[in-house]
């Protein structure tokens, strides 16, 4: 048998910061979550932050207990969601919180170009304009907060970030910058026009670097702190779903995934981007993926809209529920072919004072079981008219859906998807950005391995669950 090796995983998302140890005997992956923390935004005076330094030492803590089960972890490497940033100053130090992107100030940015201005930032960049993508913060930021700007001489996205923090080295890798709306995805470098069209300073922005190769290491400090040698930080996908997406349990090439979490991504995986009419009319992206691969997707309300109803719902009710309550209030209502179905994306759901107030509005509901209903209902016929949507622009059908993530534990939203969609929805891996951001350890440790050698591993380590439509 092979010896056993050790990577250390960080998977930090909107609502959790989560540290995960991977073991890799040469035929099976394995992981194990060794610390889960809650993450959320934090508004302070008219915006939301996040707090960064206590996810970084959450991460430590995390870290530590790792090291304690695998004195001979080999590297790590991070993931976290994309778009949000922070900024640095001359004196190489945090100058504030990075704002969250649930702000306005990306709809304020984005506001400041026109309809074919917006439409030109698609064909220059392959990437879907949205209000959340950095470069609409930026432009909200330059407008309402420009002393932020004014101070900054280095712009780290999330990811970057924390590997600054926790090596001292500054860079970005295409999967994560691709957020931001500012690289060519057709060569996947910056789009250096852009930079002096949108009068943004070129030298905020760090070098990419590629995939499996080391991008820093970690600094001597923490590496006492922790009893440690300066371990390797490997260049892993930061960006969470493009992690995700290596865990797709598949030998097909071809193949359609929904990334299940606050957001559901759905699409495919490419060689290269397609720019064109059909796909920026759609609301597609072409965002970074591994090792020079494209992920086509949409980015899609997900379990954000659910999971903001059960908060409001233990809030009001001094109680919590369980989702298996949740799924049993909505059931009656479920088979009713007069439900309400509405746009999970509609920007009124973006970030409302109240979640449940907002549906009843829209949808005209008032029993809250039939809100719950119309939302899983409308999450699903969202994800089967997305996927029906990348068939006609890949010009590929699709029999499988790949549901992975934390919301593939949805069994009641994986059935619905599969009845809806009328297709095998096959759920798992839900670590799947963890495994991902091991996978790219493990090539980086064993160069002669490929990104389908990891997938067929994962297959065949995971438990997944099949469901057919009804």
């Given at each position: 048998?092979?010896?056993?090796?050790?990577?250390?995983?960080?998977?930090?998302?909107?609502?959790?910061?989560?540290?995960?140890?991977?073991?890799?005997?040469?035929?099976?992956?394995?992981?194990?979550?060794?610390?889960?923390?809650?993450?959320?935004?934090?508004?302070?005076?008219?915006?939301?932050?996040?707090?960064?330094?206590?996810?970084?030492?959450?991460?430590?803590?995390?870290?530590?207990?790792?090291?304690?089960?695998?004195?001979?972890?080999?590297?790590?490497?991070?993931?976290?969601?994309?778009?949000?940033?922070?900024?640095?100053?001359?004196?190489?130090?945090?100058?504030?919180?990075?704002?969250?992107?649930?702000?306005?100030?990306?709809?304020?940015?984005?506001?400041?170009?026109?309809?074919?201005?917006?439409?030109?930032?698609?064909?220059?960049?392959?990437?879907?304009?949205?209000?959340?993508?950095?470069?609409?913060?930026?432009?909200?930021?330059?407008?309402?907060?420009?002393?932020?700007?004014?101070?900054?001489?280095?712009?780290?996205?999330?990811?970057?970030?924390?590997?600054?923090?926790?090596?001292?080295?500054?860079?970005?890798?295409?999967?994560?910058?691709?957020?931001?709306?500012?690289?060519?995805?057709?060569?996947?470098?910056?789009?250096?026009?852009?930079?002096?069209?949108?009068?943004?300073?070129?030298?905020?922005?760090?070098?990419?670097?590629?995939?499996?190769?080391?991008?820093?290491?970690?600094?001597?400090?923490?590496?006492?702190?922790?009893?440690?040698?300066?371990?390797?930080?490997?260049?892993?996908?930061?960006?969470?779903?493009?992690?995700?997406?290596?865990?797709?349990?598949?030998?097909?090439?071809?193949?359609?995934?929904?990334?299940?979490?606050?957001?559901s991504l759905i699409g495919t995986e490419l060689q290269q981007p397609i720019i064109d009419s059909e796909v920026f009319e759609r609301g597609f992206a072409?965002?970074?993926?591994?090792?020079?691969?494209?992920?086509?997707?949409?980015?899609?309300?997900?379990?954000?809209?659910?999971?903001?109803?059960?908060?409001?719902?233990?809030?009001?009710?001094?109680?919590?529920?369980?989702?298996?309550?949740?799924?049993?209030?909505?059931?009656?209502?479920?088979?009713?072919?007069?439900?309400?179905?509405f746009d999970p994306n509609d920007e009124q759901l973006y970030n409302p004072d109240s979640m449940i107030g907002t549906l009843r509005s829209i949808t005209?509901?008032?029993?809250?079981?039939?809100?719950?209903?119309?939302?899983?209902?409308?999450?699903?016929?969202?994800?089967?008219?997305?996927?029906?949507?990348?068939?006609?622009?890949?010009?590929?059908?699709?029999?499988?859906?790949?549901?992975?993530?934390?919301?593939?534990?949805?069994?009641?939203?994986?059935?619905?998807?599969?009845?809806?969609?009328?297709?095998?929805?096959?759920?798992?891996?839900?670590?799947?950005?963890?495994?991902?951001?091991?996978?790219?350890?493990?090539?980086?440790?064993?160069?002669?391995?490929?990104?389908?050698?990891?997938?067929?591993?994962?297959?065949?380590?995971?438990?997944?669950?099949?469901?057919?439509?009804?």
């Amino acid at each position: 048998m092979s010896e056993t090796r050790h990577y250390i995983g960080f998977d930090c998302g909107n609502s959790s910061i989560r540290t995960v140890l991977s073991s890799f005997d040469g035929s099976q992956i394995t992981t194990e979550v060794v610390h889960q923390v809650p993450n959320r935004s934090i508004r302070a005076h008219r915006y939301e932050f996040w707090d960064v330094l206590n996810i970084f030492y959450q991460m430590q803590k995390g870290f530590k207990l790792a090291l304690d089960r695998a004195p001979d972890a080999r590297s790590f490497g991070i993931s976290t969601w994309g778009i949000d940033f922070g900024l640095i100053g001359a004196s190489n130090e945090l100058l504030t919180n990075p704002l969250c992107y649930r702000n306005p100030l990306g709809r304020i940015g984005m506001d400041t170009l026109d309809a074919d201005h917006q439409r030109r930032m698609f064909f220059s960049t392959g990437i879907q304009n949205h209000p959340m993508n950095s470069v609409y913060q930026l432009l909200g930021i330059r407008q309402e907060l420009p002393e932020f700007l004014a101070a900054a001489s280095h712009l780290l996205l999330v990811p970057d970030l924390l590997n600054y923090l926790f090596t001292g080295q500054m860079n970005s890798e295409t999967s994560i910058a691709s957020t931001m709306q500012l690289l060519d995805m057709r060569t996947q470098t910056y789009c250096e026009p852009l930079f002096e069209e949108l009068s943004l300073d070129r030298e905020l922005f760090s070098p990419l670097v590629a995939h499996r190769t080391i991008r820093g290491t970690l600094r001597e400090d923490i590496a006492q702190l922790l009893g440690t040698e300066c371990l390797p930080a490997i260049c892993v996908p930061s960006h969470d779903t493009a992690s995700a997406v290596v865990a797709v349990p598949t030998v097909e090439e071809d193949f359609v995934f929904i990334s299940s979490g606050t957001w559901s991504l759905i699409g495919t995986e490419l060689q290269q981007p397609i720019i064109d009419s059909e796909v920026f009319e759609r609301g597609f992206a072409n965002e970074g993926g591994a090792l020079g691969t494209i992920t086509l997707l949409k980015n899609s309300a997900g379990m954000h809209i659910l999971e903001n109803i059960k908060r409001e719902m233990e809030f009001s009710d001094s109680r919590a529920y369980s989702w298996e309550e949740l799924i049993g209030m909505s059931r009656s209502s479920l088979d009713d072919p007069a439900l309400e179905i509405f746009d999970p994306n509609d920007e009124q759901l973006y970030n409302p004072d109240s979640m449940i107030g907002t549906l009843r509005s829209i949808t005209g509901i008032s029993d809250t079981g039939r809100i719950l209903a119309s939302a899983y209902a409308s999450l699903a016929e969202s994800y089967a008219s997305t996927i029906a949507d990348l068939e006609q622009i890949t010009g590929k059908s699709y029999p499988v859906i790949h549901m992975i993530g934390g919301g593939a534990r949805n069994d009641h939203l994986n059935q619905m998807t599969a009845d809806r969609a009328g297709k095998q929805v096959i759920a798992g891996p839900v670590e799947a950005t963890s495994l991902g951001t091991a996978a790219l350890q493990i090539l980086h440790d064993h160069p002669q391995m490929s990104v389908s050698d990891i997938r067929t591993i994962i297959r065949d380590s995971s438990d997944l669950q099949s469901y057919e439509p009804a």
